[in-house]
């Protein structure tokens, strides 16, 4: 696979339990269905049909067009990134979704996370079928699952992909650019298309607040610069830094860091990520925090390069790995349910990492 093949892949498709779960999920016990079988408790799930969800019927205009949703839907799918994720913590369960883990890792047979199928077992609901995104969008898989609506709230569709999905279901494309969607937009257009805005916002609210106490007592962040970078651990030529639109940047800004003026001139571009040479690395000499993909095999190897080596950030050793095709690493591209699931974790390790900035 090309290096531009698997930077989109790993771009935009990254990316226990669900800690505090974000709204009241319905479950049928209070331990897993898993759980109450070893129990010997005889409470199981049953896989039956998806209930209507009383919905009235809506009109959401978005990037690719004017849908409109009929009242009492039942079955749910999901593309892109995160949407069944939203529906899930509206105790909605999509009958099915896109795959979502873009290595071996998560679920090996199902390609989703333990975040999203946790929330399965929460509801009682049957998993889903997950439709395989490795040629695009799985339109035959998806009309399969028969559904009432299809949430796209942050994806990549094409105006082609969205007339095709049309015609199996309405659907809800992103509300302005492909692929830049924050969370908190994809929480408020996906749930308006299930006729939950308010619970949405709700949500949203809800989330918030677990960010708010998650950095109430951190001090390092303040006045501090941080970005996510994408390295090829083979080739340190060039490294990639996410503009502050992308989902993974600007979560570092929830949490209170600055941006460093490379991220911020490159969202003001228009664009997703800039690549700098390794001999312009004093162009983010501005970057207190680097947070990437990788392990501390790859810190090493940034402080013994010559170039990137300079940069006080990297000789401090400020930077944050979140791992390479595990959970971790998907769950900090933020979904309605990801957010939950490594907010404590991913505080702590920026902590750590912005307390060695000089």
Known sequence: MSRKARMSRHRFFVAAGIAGSILALASCAGSTPAEDAAAGGGETCDAT??????????????ALGTTEIPADISRVASVGWGNQDVALALGVAPVGTDDQTWSMSGDDELGLYEWTLDAYDELCAPKPAVFDTTDGVDFEAIADTAPDVILAGY????????????EIAPTVAYPDIPWYTPWR???????????????GEQLVEDLDQQIADATADITSFEGRTAAFFYVNPTDLSTISIYATGD?????????????PELARTTSDGGGFYADIAAENADQLADVDVFVMYGDEALVQA????PLWGTLDAVKNGSVVVTGS???FSGAVTPTALSIPWMLDDYVALLDDAAQKAE
């Open 302 to 305: 940034l402080q013994d390069d």
């Open 247 to 259: 989902a993974r940047t600007a979560f570092l800004g929830d949490l209170g860091f600055d941006f």
């Open 155 to 166: 994806s990549g569709l094409t105006e082609d992909d969205y007339a095709t999905l049309s």
């Open 49 to 62: 049909e998806p209930a209507p969800l009383g919905n009235d019927a809506v009109t959401i205009e978005h």
């Open 185 to 199: 937009d994809s929480i408020r257009i996906d749930s308006e298309a299930l006729g939950k805005a308010d619970e």
């Open 325 to 327: 095709g595990d959970d």
